[in-house]
Each structure stands twice: as C-alpha cells, then as structure tokens.
C-alpha cells in the first residue's frame, strides 16, 4: 500500500518566521492533501494539491507528483499557525486515504 | 448548512459494552471513511465504503463494524472485541477525490 512520510515531526518557530514541510509518499497518487489540525482536533482543509502549485493567503502548497513529494510552505508564521499538519494521499478515487504522521508545529510569540 | 456531522462529541462507556458512533453527510458524497487517532499520532483507516451497500476494511477493523445502508449515513461500531477503545474517531467524506472531515468523537471506555 501507500506510504506517506512527514517530516520534521516536530518545528519550533519564532512568530514571523517562515517554513517548509515535507510530505513524500511512495507511488503515483491521485489525491494529495494538506490538513491542519486544531486543539479541538478538527482536520482544516488547507490544500487539495495532486499537483501543481496552489497559494492561499500565508500558506502555499507544491506537489510534483512525478518525484513523489509534495511541500507545505507557511511564510509570516502566527501563533495560530501552531498544531498538527498531515498531508494524506490515495491512488484512486474514492479509495483509501493515507496519512502521514504529522508534523507538530509551535510558533512562539 | 452542508457538511459532516459526527454525534455524540464525547461518549463514554463500560468495559465490555458496544457503542456505535454517528457519521452524516449531507454533501451527496459517494465516499465515507472512518478513522481512529490516538493521542500524539497520525491517523488509521478503520473501514472506507466507496458506495452504498459496499464497504472494505482499513488497516485496522479488528473490532470494529460498519454499515452502509444510506448514501448519507456511515455509522462505526466499536464492539467488545477491540481490546483498545478509548479514542478520538473521525469521520470523513469525499467526492472526486477531495476529503472532508467532521468534528470527531472522543470515546471514552472505563
């Protein structure tokens, strides 16, 4: 099945600092998405990105698929931004959808 | 308003007992999928159905049963056998391959 690797697990900003997370999985996808996961534990949609390169506000989002990674990039980090960030992929539609495990975010102000 | 509800937010129950959570969607999403995550840790596949009446297992569904009666419902059995209950489960939905997830469930055996 698929793998999906995160990494780092852990990252310690300064507010205003910038970032980049890594997501690299193990065979060609057809979804690829970026969550971020609120204290209360809710997953937050941040990017469906099978492909490409997608911005929204502070956040933007690469995957080239044809070398397996995709990149999360946070710019201006806040305090808010802090949580657990998961990248999940699966290969076809409708299918299973893979996890990686997380990379733990604590932006300080 | 659209979405993905999950009831009850927070359940407990004895050891021994069966509980069944609650996951609707009033998205006419053809996907749902049940997931487990414990604490510090990634989340696992519990049981996917990609239509009504049809489900698969995930990496994890000793111990657990689900039905798919209606497009909208997916509800998760956590039965006696699973030797580790006590967990936060979400729920999700997807079409076109676009995931969404609902608020989860903390449970709670003792």
């Known amino acids: 099945g698929i793998q999906v690797e995160q990494s780092p697990p852990d990252l310690i900003l300064q507010e205003g600092a910038n970032s980049t997370l890594r997501c690299n999985f193990s065979?060609?996808?057809?979804?690829l998405q970026w969550f971020h996961q609120n204290p209360w534990g809710q997953l937050i949609n941040l990017f469906y990105?099978?492909?490409g390169t997608k911005q929204n506000g502070r956040l933007s989002a690469t995957t080239v698929a044809t070398e397996r990674y995709s990149l999360l990039y946070i710019s201006s980090s806040q305090t808010t931004d802090s949580g657990v960030y998961f990248c999940a992929a699966c290969y076809n539609q409708g299918g299973k959808l893979i996890f990686g495990q997380g990379t733990e975010l604590s932006v300080k102000p | 308003d659209g979405g993905i509800t999950q009831s009850p937010k927070y359940l407990f129950r004895k050891e021994g007992q069966n509980v069944t959570l609650s996951c609707e969607q009033n998205?006419?999403?053809?996907?749902m999928y049940w997931y487990r995550q414990d604490p510090g840790q990634g989340l696992r596949l519990i049981y996917y159905s990609q239509i009504v009446n049809d489900f698969q297992k995930g990496d994890i569904a000793e111990g657990y049963s689900v039905s798919r009666e209606k497009k909208e419902s997916f509800p998760l059995t956590v039965t006696s056998a699973q030797k580790n209950p006590t967990a936060f489960y979400l729920c999700?939905?997807?079409?076109?391959?676009?995931?969404?997830f609902g608020q989860g469930t903390r449970l709670t055996v003792v």
């Open positions: 998205l006419n999403h053809d996907a």
């Open positions: 999700a939905s997807s079409f076109s391959a676009e995931a969404f």
């Open positions: 990105i099978p492909s």
């Open positions: 065979d060609s996808v057809n979804n």
